[in-house]
């Protein structure tokens, strides 16, 4: 017992340690867990052998975090990813496969030895790369939204590689591995079913992956609520814990990768109404558990061996990198990403993966790859993804401003000229469009997001690829010509420079921008903004009003204060400016936190005083006419 706790307490204290020191130096939180696991394992010593065992539970962090992604999909956004699901994950596991295995046959392996080393270096991290893009916020960009379909492909391909990596077993090696060749059957499963006819077996999968389907479609909504029910919080805990483990059970015992199954189960519940629960309750063990697997992995580095043949090992991983970023970087081109996204997705993978464990060891099992060699790729894999954060540093410390403001990707020729262009064509900026195209203006769109753009001309909606951050596509846009800028893109700081250069080289246009917050509202009109418009304030208005209603107030009261709420905070704004122009610090600006404070007292005030004067003289106004009020009218006109 006093084992376990003391292990425990140097994983937490490590962890604790390291953690918050290389996010305070900009590191990110997986470089320091990583660190953390090289101090306590082959530093200082505190673990030794147990922490391989320890890996392997802790892999279920990786599980737990698909879980989580696929609740952030719908089946429909999973169907608009397919082409590059299948396009760019397809291509990057072939030619990646292939270009190593023949760098193994060059270096004297032989050929099934070189086909499987391709097959297990193919894949990267899913850990590091969906975690890192994560903390960063690079997810939902075009290289985030690339580098997760080759994940997602890369966990799908471990399928068949867990079922052609048996038939590559090396005669002379047989008997050598833990099971040995003819152990368990000619595929991935466990116990009888690994005994199965290959049709009985492929009956089997099918049955589990469409048992988490319709079990997840149909069942988990009323075991929710029968479980909801109880108003027991960590009764939900457990039951969304024995949702996760009991899918990975059964993807285990059919030879599936369990990860896959997890996602499939969060995708299939990503329209349910306890999504958001299961997040919160899942998050905590997810990230507690990659931490952990982390630090296995820092801990797990062999420095003896390491060191005894230092230049080879370093080299092979330099090599793989290479390799795989030269891969990377060409599909990226094939598939138009632009400057700043092809380098995301080009530096996030160009790592060995934590599934090159599992393929590895496998691999010894069946009799494919001697044992000593397994231990020097081991190692390639740990110092690979030990590399991996100090790359998304250089992506964001060195290559992203250089990019700031200039994209190398191929635009589209622009062979019109309209009123109004707009920056932008996501959910904001294709609002902004249809209004200003149905009331008859003449637009030019342009976005850097080619799906989007595909998306559109399939509605025959015309607009061009391309980031309108650089001169020389305003320019091509018309701009010279054109009345209003609309700058509707989602990054903040590339929203405010766009402003700044349109102001500067444009000042005859109107300029109309989508602010995140106040604080953004403020740098935009700094700029040079004529507008700048909060993206949330709207329509979170419009809920507040359509909750005063559902709650019984007059419909026209609610106007009339939604009005005055409206008047008041915009008016507020503007006297607030100087202030935060002396200081955009909010927090620290005494001056502007106080005129914020009187702001909200004499809104306050101004509120209560209207709510007695719209109930005495006004409500009327809003009240229905009686049903003979048109004929008392017509009656009035004849006289």
């Known amino acids: 017992m006093g084992g376990y706790l003391f292990q425990a307490f140097v994983y937490l204290c490590a962890a604790v340690i390291a953690v918050p020191i290389a996010k305070r130096l900009g590191l990110g939180s997986v470089l320091g867990y990583l660190i953390a696991g090289i101090a306590i394992g082959p530093v200082i010593g505190l673990v030794g052998s147990e922490a391989q065992e320890i890996q392997h539970f802790a892999e279920f962090g990786v599980v737990m975090m698909l879980f989580l992604v696929g609740l952030e999909l719908e089946p429909q956004a999973l169907w608009r990813m397919r082409n590059r699901l299948l396009g760019l994950g397809g291509l990057q596991v072939g030619v990646t496969t292939a270009l190593i295995c023949a760098a193994g046959i060059v270096m004297a392996m032989y050929w099934s030895v070189a086909l499987t080393v391709g097959l297990i270096f193919a894949l990267s991290s899913t850990a590091i790369v969906l975690q890192t893009l994560n903390e960063k916020g690079l997810t939902k960009t075009e290289g985030g939204r690339a580098s997760f379909s080759v994940l997602l492909f890369q966990d799908i391909a471990v399928i068949p590689m867990l079922a052609l990596i048996p038939l590559l077993a090396l005669p002379e090696l047989a008997g050598t591995g833990a099971h040995g060749a003819g152990g368990g059957g000619h595929h991935g499963g466990a116990g009888f079913i690994a005994e199965l006819p290959t049709w009985a077996y492929a009956l089997v999968v099918l049955g589990s992956v469409a048992a988490v389907i319709l079990g997840g479609h149909f069942l988990s909504r009323p075991l929710f609520r029968f479980i909801a029910s109880s108003r027991l919080r960590e009764i939900f805990t457990a039951a969304a814990l024995l949702l996760v483990i009991g899918i990975a059970l059964l993807m285990t015992l059919v030879g599936l990768s369990p990860a896959l199954g997890t996602f499939l189960a969060g995708v299939v519940l990503a329209n349910s109404e306890f999504r958001h629960e299961l997040e919160s309750d899942i998050e905590p063990f997810k990230g507690l558990l990659l931490g952990l697997f982390f630090i296995t992995v820092g801990a797990g580095i062999d420095f003896a061996l390491l060191f005894g043949g230092f230049l080879a090992i370093v080299g092979m991983t330099l090599g793989v990198m290479a390799i795989k970023a030269l891969v990377l970087y060409g599909l990226a081109r094939l598939f138009r990403l632009s400057g700043s996204d092809r380098w995301l997705f080009t530096l996030g993978l160009a790592q ?108 025959d909606i015309k607009s061009y690829y391309g980031d309108a951050s650089r001169p020389d596509l305003l ?165």
């Open 475 to 639: 320019h091509a846009a018309g701009m010279e010509q054109a009345s209003a800028f609309v700058v509707a893109i989602d990054d903040r700081e590339r929203a405010v420079q766009m402003v700044e250069h349109v102001r500067q080289h444009y000042p005859h246009v109107k300029i109309l921008a989508r602010a995140y917050d106040q604080n953004h509202m403020y740098l935009l009109k700094k700029a040079g903004a004529d507008v700048a418009t909060r993206e949330m304030f709207s329509s979170s208005l419009e809920l507040g009003a359509e909750v005063m209603r559902s709650l019984g107030m007059h419909p026209f009261r609610v106007h009339k204060m939604s009005q005055a709420f409206r008047e008041h905070d915009e008016a507020g704004i503007e006297q607030r400016y100087d202030l935060w122009d002396e200081n955009p610090d909010m927090a620290s600006n005494k001056a502007f936190m106080a005129r914020a404070r009187e702001h909200g007292e004499r809104l306050q005030e101004m509120m209560e005083s209207d709510h007695i004067q719209f109930h005495d003289r006004s409500e009327r106004g809003w009240t229905p006419p009686p049903k003979d009020y048109l004929d008392h009218i017509e009656h009035d006109e004849d006289e």
């Open 352 to 459: 060995a993966g934590e599934f090159g464990f599992v393929l590895l060891s496998f691999s010894v099992q069946s009799s494919v790859i001697p044992t000593e060699l397994a231990q020097t790729l081991s190692l390639v894999v740990a110092l690979s993804m030990l590399l991996t954060p100090a790359l998304f540093i250089l992506y964001d410390r060195f290559l992203l401003p250089r990019m700031a403001t200039e994209d190398d990707g191929e635009a589209d020729e622009i062979d019109e000229r309209g009123t109004v262009v707009i920056a932008g064509i996501g959910r904001f900026g294709q609002i902004v469009n249809r209004i200003l195209v149905a009331s008859g203006f003449k637009t030019v769109v342009l976005d850097h997001e080619a799906d989007i753009i595909d998306l559109l001309r399939k509605f």
